[in-house]
């Protein structure tokens, strides 16, 4: 057994059902905070324990909850389950893989100008710096933790999890960034953590909510999988746009707590009413353009009829489509929306070399710098189950380009099967017919398509 470190002031020591100690800090050592209690890293470094703050559950019926959480489908999964009960306390101990960082740490949140310099600030942002330092850092973040591509990958993957679980009968019940936890990554792993929180849709009684994700109904005891999709709305624009989606109210803070407005009584930023009047993040052709209609009727016309709210199927696929859309530019590597734009809108650069492909249900754009990997999700609906395969490669190898199958489907090019791979001049790809089993798509490679 590996020594720990020397124990520092706010250390904290707890023991779990099999009295194994576990170390952790309440500053240094905190993930982050839900609902329900926080997350801290263990000096073991592997391990992070659920310390519950909830006063209304006893310690014997969290013991029963947990008991209960053993027989709920979730293997399968990416959700973090509990290892072992802590022994004396509401908790329990769960692995932590190596290189997660909650997604917290992607949004605008603890962003402080004063940790920036300005030699850190991108070229294209230096004026703003001068002028919005507050949100030159924050697009500067925005940008260094993997820009739009990554945060719609990220999304995607969080709604394909709430998918499954509302397809099983089940509930999150508390998503929020604190509880999801991505790997540091181009493509990352991402993981639901606070399995706890997890419910039958038959059995929710659960009224717990992150500050900033409370939904219309959680008052009312109301928890189901509508609120699971209130809250992805919330989770999604604030993660795209760096914007809270709703107008701040004023608050009467002598009030009592349960008479308060609550946050999500303001008005959506991009209702009809305001036209523009709030310009705070970057919104519209710059991140929420292909998902404007769904974030409306969540906010707007489903705000308080959450049977009318989008689910999650429909959110996977407009995700995916908007994912697909992405170019990052060559210059100042920020990616953006191919379809609503003549070149960068953030340098002015012009667009890279690019491969294009069209199916019949969809289409599929991204820079030819490196490595591209061509989705099963062209011809397949996204789920959880082919979300990481890949149907082929493209490269560019000087002025040639070699396609490189990367899956078991039969691949037809120019009438010819491919086992392999497939190598022909750039110039040959202004225009050609892949067939990928009964699958017809059209392939075009340049730098004006």
């Known amino acids: 057994m590996q020594m720990r470190n020397k124990i520092k002031t706010r250390d904290k020591k707890v023991l779990d059902i099999n009295n194994y100690q576990h170390i952790y800090n309440e ?24 310390i519950d703050n909830d006063k209304e559950v006893s310690l014997e019926k969290f013991k029963k909850k947990m008991e209960r959480l053993i027989y709920k489908p979730l293997l399968d999964l990416d959700i973090i389950t509990p290892l072992v009960l802590l022994k004396e306390q509401k908790g329990y101990v769960m692995k932590l893989l190596d290189n997660f960082k909650s997604l917290i740490t992607l949004t605008p949140n603890g962003v402080k100008p004063d940790n920036f310099k300005e ?21 500067t973040h925005y940008k260094n933790t993997g820009g739009l591509r990554m945060r719609l990958f990220i999304l995607k993957r969080i709604a394909c ?12 019940c508390d998503l929020s960034p604190n509880n999801v936890f991505v790997s540091d990554s181009e493509k990352p792993i991402v993981k639901f953590i606070d399995a706890d929180n997890i419910e039958y849709q038959s059995k929710i009684q659960s009224r717990i909510y992150t500050p900033n994700y409370e939904i219309p109904e959680i008052d009312k005891g109301n928890n189901s999988m509508y609120s699971d999709i209130y809250a992805f709305g919330i989770l999604a624009f604030y993660l795209l746009t760096m914007a809270y989606p ?52 969540t906010f707007e016309e489903a705000k308080l009829t959450p049977h009318k709210r989008p689910i999650m199927p429909l959110w996977i696929k407009v995700i995916e489509n908007a994912l697909n859309d992405t170019l990052r530019c060559p210059k100042c590597e920020m990616s953006y929306y191919d379809s609503y734009v003549e070149s960068c809108p953030y340098c002015g650069e012009i667009k890279p070399l690019r491969v294009m492909i069209e199916t019949k249900r969809a289409r599929f754009v991204r820079e ?10 062209l011809i397949e609906i996204a789920q959880l189950s082919n979300n990481k395969e890949i149907l082929f490669s493209i490269k560019k190898d ?52």
């Open 398 to 449: 000087k002025n040639n380009v070699i396609i490189e199958k990367k899956c078991d489907k039969k691949l037809r090019i120019s009438n010819k099967e491919i086992f392999r791979q497939y190598k022909r001049p750039i110039d040959e790809f202004r225009h050609m017919t892949i067939e990928v089993d009964a699958y017809n798509m059209t392939l075009r490679i340049g730098s004006e398509i």
């Open 161 to 172: 999890i709430l998918s499954a679980l509302h397809l099983r009968g089940m509930v999150y």
């Open 119 to 139: 030699e850190e600030i991108p070229f294209f942002l230096q004026a703003m710096f001068k002028s919005n330092r507050i949100w030159a850092c924050k697009i």
């Open 246 to 297: 709703f107008v701040e109210i004023e608050r009467d803070w002598d009030s009592d707590n349960e008479q308060s407005k609550k946050i999500w009584e303001g008005e959506w930023i991009d209702g009809k009413q305001f036209s523009g009047e709030y310009t705070e993040g970057l919104r519209g052709i710059l991140s929420t353009e292909p998902l404007k209609d769904l974030f409306s009727t």
């Open 368 to 377: 030819l710098d490196s490595q591209v990997e061509v989705p099963l999700s």
């Open 27 to 50: 500053e240094e050592d905190l993930l982050g905070e839900g609902g329900q209690g926080a997350v801290y890293r263990t000096k073991d470094g592997d391990t992070a324990l659920k």
